[in-house]
């Protein structure tokens, strides 16, 4: 109660070899009123359009990483529990960024659900997108959810904890693997050696 959850909020499980960022409002998310048990959000989505939210820093950022000496191969977002209020976003926006400044769209979401007990929005598919494939060390994943279009400046928004359990209300699904050891790729195919009296071969 009064709580709308702190931010940024760590997560609570991650897979070996990888680091994965924690939730972080946006700071045009308020956390005015009074916030629901067991969810994490916020009220101030009262915005038509994505393009409105993203502008006016009304989004939930989060990030995943490989560890030095692995990558890391996404395959979906799943689950993904929420709930919201009848004066709440019924509308979302998925996005990705590879730098953490240009964002491209995944894909739209809905909230259509608008009681206490929330929902789930399904499975989001990641394999299908090249970038999200076998990314190293190097790069951090950074993901982008934004609700919009709520009625009222007082609509709550949550990840929620919809079947009251310990499972997973909010997870990338992927694989991890090893970058494997450097090599050499030829050019081109090697000319014969040539050798005349008194004189070393023609070097390759």
């Known amino acids: 109660t009064n709580n709308f959850g702190t931010s940024p909020l760590s997560a609570n499980t991650t897979a070996s070899n990888t680091t994965i960022g924690s939730l972080i409002r946006g700071s045009g998310v308020s956390v005015t009123g009074t916030g629901a048990a067991r969810g994490w959000g916020g009220v101030g989505w009262n915005v038509t359009t994505s393009d409105l939210a993203i502008s006016g820093s009304k989004f939930v950022t989060f990030t995943v990483k490989a560890n030095s000496g692995y990558a890391v191969s996404l395959t979906a977002i799943n689950p ?52 999200l494939q076998n990314v190293s060390s190097s790069t951090t994943i950074t993901f982008r959810i934004v609700p919009y279009n709520a009625s009222s400046s007082g609509g709550t928004w949550y990840i929620f904890d919809v079947d009251a359990s310990t499972t997973n209300d909010l997870a990338i699904t992927g694989t991890v693997a090893t970058t494997g050891a450097p090599f050499l790729t030829l050019g081109g195919s090697l000319t014969p050696f040539s050798q005349t009296s008194a004189s070393p071969s023609a070097e390759q």
């Open 80 to 131: 993904f529990d929420y709930r919201r209020s009848p004066t709440g976003p019924p509308s979302g926006l998925l996005q990705y960024s590879l730098d953490g400044t240009n964002f491209t769209d995944i894909t739209s979401v809905s909230f259509p659900t608008t009681t206490s007990a929330g929902d789930h929005v399904g499975s989001t598919n990641l394999s299908g997108i090249s970038a």
